[in-house]
Each structure stands twice: as structure tokens, then as C-alpha cells.
């Protein structure tokens, strides 16, 4: 059983930083891309930034030069620092882990937290 547990969220001002934190567990062989999406009730769960398993990175362009995302194999675990938050920035955030669980499995299944509430206001 894959597990993706997040951590991070919380209620900040404008202008200020969290880092949230994302740990997969359970039976996984091999984890390929890593990533973080917000959602708002009745919209579209957007793609935020994407980590590679060999370090390429892609930024939505709203996040750009804000947000920085990372990961670290050995942990299993991605993370994404937020810094110069803003109101608009409230939302469900979600990370999601595109992984392989065999290692005589190539296709790789998409997985997802349980989301975290990040509250930006004053």
C-alpha cells in the first residue's frame, strides 16, 4: 500500500513562507517525477511545480521565482518551499509521486496525498 503524506501547511500573512514536506511510503521500487498542485473547491487542480528524478524542474509561471521545489531519493520525499506568499495562493495543495512499485513493472502509476490547507491572510 502507497502512502503519500504531507505535512507544511498552515495559515500564514502575505508576504510570508511555509515549506510543505511530502513523504511516499509503503511498496515502492522506483519514483520518477514528484509534484505539487493546489486545488480551490468548484476549480481545477493546477500543477504547481514538477521535480524530476533527475533534477529537471518545471515551474508554473505564477509560482516562478516564488516557490522552490526539491527532493531528497533517499527519503522518498518531496518538498516545496514557498516564499512572498500572497492571498491567492490559498488553497488545498496536493503532491502527487509518479512511481513504479515492481521492479519487473514498467509502467509507472500516479499517486496523491491527501492534500494540506495553506491560508494566506491577513
Known amino acids: 500500500q502507497v502512502q503519500l503524506v504531507e505535512s507544511g501547511g498552515g495559515l500564514v500573512q502575505p508576504g510570508g513562507s511555509l515549506r510543505l514536506s511530502c513523504a511516499a511510503s509503503?511498496?515502492?521500487?522506483?519514483?520518477?517525477?514528484m509534484s505539487w498542485f493546489r486545488q480551490d473547491p468548484g476549480k481545477q487542480r493546477e500543477l504547481d511545480a514538477r521535480?524530476?528524478?533527475?533534477?529537471?524542474?518545471n515551474y508554473a509561471d505564477s509560482v516562478k521565482g516564488r516557490f522552490t521545489i526539491s527532493r531528497d531519493n533517499a527519503k522518498n520525499t518531496v518538498y516545496l518551499q514557498m516564499n512572498s506568499l500572497k492571498p491567492e495562493d490559498t488553497a488545498v495543495y496536493y503532491c502527487?509521486?509518479?512511481?513504479?512499485?515492481?521492479?519487473?513493472?514498467?509502467?509507472?502509476?500516479?499517486?496523491w496525498g491527501q492534500g494540506t490547507q495553506v491560508t494566506v491572510s491577513s
Open positions: 509503503g511498496s515502492i521500487f522506483s519514483i520518477r517525477d
Open positions: 521535480i524530476t528524478n533527475s533534477d529537471n524542474i
Open positions: 502527487n509521486a509518479d512511481l513504479r512499485k515492481s521492479p519487473v513493472d514498467g509502467l509507472f502509476q500516479t499517486y
